[in-house]
């Protein structure tokens, strides 16, 4: 099926405006992969008759006689033959069926999925809403070549849209274009309509060398690029915005930096330029499954079945169907984590970062930078032996419970301190990562000069952990610790939480303790502290409340000034 | 014992909601023990009409019983309850308070709502009552107040709608 539209020459990010519409096919193949386990079951139906018998006679030249568990007798070579391709004709002509009614297009502000013969669905998606689109290769439509496209809607409920299955180069490429559109159509949906794109500095050439102070439309350069020009323009604007009296220069490169980095200021730049952060090393991540509780319980198992075995090898028949459930769980959630880890890629992108994994189904996922809302880094108690750590995020538009655990809220399955370190400078929507409080949180115990933590009384309510149980301030990020063998750490910036509470029970008040819980958008991050000091508690929340409120108005001061200089 | 205040930071002028609320929460509370009641005492009143069984079983008298005790508890703390429930309107966010055994302070910045429900019901309406609910992006934000006067919870509404337009923040 030849389709012009989306084979537009490289480079051009903009989607040509197509008529309003015109709707494309996806691969011919995709009832059928979508279907295999259908295709599968029929197979292994018909080859169960069909085969037995028919493989007599082709070797031992007795006659063709299917027989239909005794209901249906098929006699003679003709007769087989032409059910056999009865069956694969309907096969075929049902998956020509779905396909040709499966359909998508595209239009400079939609994407729309249509699907079913008849029962019709149709699924759309604001372009400027999609946050990302990800490229999802499962191990069969892989064997195929084929590929989906999934986007991401900051609108969206629990399930995304989802484009399958296209070649996977088509895929690649549509994508490409399809970002340069959410982009195009993103930047014109605020602003009016005609002024936008020339007020973008769309056409506005790169700053020449030498050039005192570049305009403020001007293309910056990717956060990673440390040429000289790049270096030069991050200089001259940090400058430009102390000359206008906006900001210190160091808040103005600070916010420069975060401009850049949420992919507020660079407009030229191909949005799919990739700078690979770090890949999981494919040792450690064996190593961390190794080191799992997975693991652990199934030697425990296989230890009391060779136990029982040398007592009494007969109770082994009662035993060992016992384990099967557990032997299932187990090996799932294994086979899940070595997924979500095999050679897991983090990259830098223009929004944020995008991140890779997968052994069989590879996945990728894009998380904007500006939508975080808190991350937790944790260092589970069998891992301490290499160093281990992983973290997670909450994305804003990420939703969907059966995504929690999923890789789109992972950012490093098994990482080092040093990955760590990387994703708290990549990640967080903050100037100045703070490594400082994460470091403190995952080692520190007792108060120290950043942690204050549990009174000495919560020892009765918490006796191991009372002593690490604790929370840090500073102006732009709330930080938790909790866990003694299993150790975390959360850090929430204050311009993302939502709403704060503070809970006291009946014990938790004699004692004089309590505890704090930062609101959040729902994910895997935990963002509650229990067990607090009462009056430092109250204290916390108060501060809390003071700082996200000038957080707040920092970032509202940011965008506005943004958006301010977009119009001029 | 310490005040309610203790969890809330000093100097916050708390505002009560109605005090008709408490009749409201009595008067829920008494129909729904009188039903827990019947209906654990299904037993006794069978063997009272001489149905099923002695009335002088002691098992049968042992649930409506303990029903009938708790709801009576349950009534006689619901003044102190309703009384606790509390809240505050300060210049960027609204402080709300609640509990007398499981207390909790929770703090929303007007720019977090997303939305305000006014939600109503016979009863409520009876006594010119409404319950006034907070949203922010987050489940966990549990922002409710119960029993506000009527013409009190629209004037809340429109005050927080109106703020949280001006202060209003991106996720």
């Known amino acids: 099926m030849s389709d012009s539209r989306t084979n537009g020459p490289p480079g051009t990010n903009a989607l040509r405006p197509s008529p309003e519409g015109q709707w494309l096919r996806v691969h011919p193949l995709t009832p059928y992969v979508r279907s295999w386990l259908l295709i599968v079951a029929l197979v292994w139906g018909v080859g169960n008759v069909f085969l037995d018998d028919v493989l007599s006679a082709v070797v031992y030249g007795d006659p063709l006689d299917v027989d239909f568990a005794g209901t249906v007798q098929l006699v003679g070579i003709g007769l087989v033959a032409a059910v056999l391709c009865g069956v694969v004709g309907l096969v075929i002509g049902l998956g020509v069926l779905s396909w040709w009614f499966t359909r998508y297009q595209i239009t400079p502000e939609h994407v729309r999925f249509r699907s079913g013969a008849i029962f019709r669905t149709q699924r759309q998606a604001r372009l400027d809403r999609v946050q990302g689109i990800d490229i999802e290769r499962k191990l069969l439509p892989r064997i195929f070549g084929l590929a989906s496209l999934k986007f991401d809607v900051a609108d969206g409920g629990t399930s995304a849209l989802e484009l399958s299955y296209l070649r996977r180069d088509k895929a690649r490429e549509l994508r490409h274009q399809l970002l340069g559109a959410v982009r195009e159509a993103s930047r014109s949906a605020p602003a009016t309509a005609g002024g936008s794109r020339d007020g973008y500095g769309h056409d506005a050439a790169r700053p ?142 223009q929004v944020g970062v995008r991140v890779r994994s997968g052994l069989l189904n590879e996945r990728s996922s894009t998380i904007p930078v500006g939508r975080v809302q808190a991350l937790q880094v944790s260092k589970p108690a069998l891992w301490r032996v290499f160093d281990g750590h992983r973290v997670k995020v ?27 370190a990387d994703i708290l400078e990549l990640v967080l ?140 | 014992m310490p005040d309610i205040n203790d969890l809330g930071p000093q100097g916050l002028a708390w505002r009560r909601v109605s005090p008709d609320y408490i009749k409201v929460r009595l008067i829920s509370a008494t129909v729904s023990t009188v039903i827990w009641v019947l209906i654990t005492g299904v037993p006794v009143i069978l063997a009272l009409l001489s149905i099923w069984g002695d009335p002088s079983d002691l098992w049968r008298w042992l649930p409506p019983a303990i029903v009938l005790v708790w709801g009576i508890i349950d009534l006689c703390l619901i003044p102190r309850r309703v009384r606790a429930i509390g809240y505050a309107e300060q210049g960027t966010e609204l402080w709300l308070r609640r509990g007398i055994i499981f207390r909790s302070v929770t703090v929303v910045p007007y720019g977090r709502m997303q939305y305000v429900d006014i939600k109503t019901g016979p009863l409520l309406n009876a006594f010119g009552l409404a319950d006034l609910t907070l949203h922010t992006a987050a489940a966990a934000t549990d922002a409710n107040l119960p029993g506000l006067p009527r013409a009190e919870a629209d004037r809340l509404r429109e005050e927080l709608t109106r703020r949280g337009e001006e202060l209003m923040v991106g996720l």
Not at chain 1, 325 to 334: D, K, R, W
Not at chain 1, 396 to 414: I, Q, T
């Open chain 1, 394 to 420: 909450i994305t804003a538009g990420k939703g969907g419970v059966d995504d929690l655990e999923g890789l789109r809220s992972l950012v490093l399955p098994v990482g080092t301190p040093d990955n760590v």
């Open chain 1, 208 to 349: 020449p060398v030498g050039a005192p102070a570049p305009r403020a439309d001007a293309p910056a350069p990717a956060p990673w690029d440390h040429s000289p020009q790049a270096r030069q323009y991050r200089t001259a604007r940090a400058g430009h915005a102390d000359n206008r009296g906006m900001s210190t220069p160091e808040e103005g490169s600070r916010e420069v930096r975060a401009a850049a980095r949420l992919g507020l200021l660079s407009d030229q730049d191909d949005p799919d330029q990739q700078r690979r952060v770090f890949t999981v090393p494919t040792s450690r991540v064996v190593l961390s499954l190794v080191l799992s509780w997975g693991t652990v319980s199934a030697v425990f198992f296989a230890a009391v079945a060779v136990v029982v075995w040398w007592w009494n090898p007969q109770a082994l028949r009662v035993v060992i169907p016992s384990y099967l459930p557990v032997a299932v769980m187990i090996v799932s959630g294994l086979y899940n984590r070595l997924e979500s880890s095999w050679g897991f890629t983090l990259s830098q992108v």
């Open chain 1, 429 to 568: 929507p903050l100037a100045e990562a703070p490594t400082e409080l994460v470091r403190d949180g995952l080692n520190g115990i007792d108060g120290d000069a950043n942690y204050t933590t549990s009174p000495r009384r919560a020892r009765w309510l918490d006796p191991l952990t009372w002593r690490r149980t604790g929370f840090a301030m500073d102006d732009a990020v709330l930080s938790l610790r909790w866990g003694r063998l299993n150790r975390n750490v959360s850090v929430i910036p204050h311009h993302k939480t939502q709403s704060l509470g503070l809970q006291q029970g009946p014990i938790e008040r004699r004692m004089r303790i309590a505890s704090i819980h930062a609101h959040m958008i729902t994910g895997p991050v935990t963002t509650a502290v229990h067990h607090l000091d009462a009056q430092q508690a109250r204290d916390l929340m108060v501060r809390q409340t003071d700082a996200a409120r000038a957080a707040r108005e920092r970032n509202n001061h940011d965008s506005a000034r943004r958006s301010r200089e977009e119009i001029q």
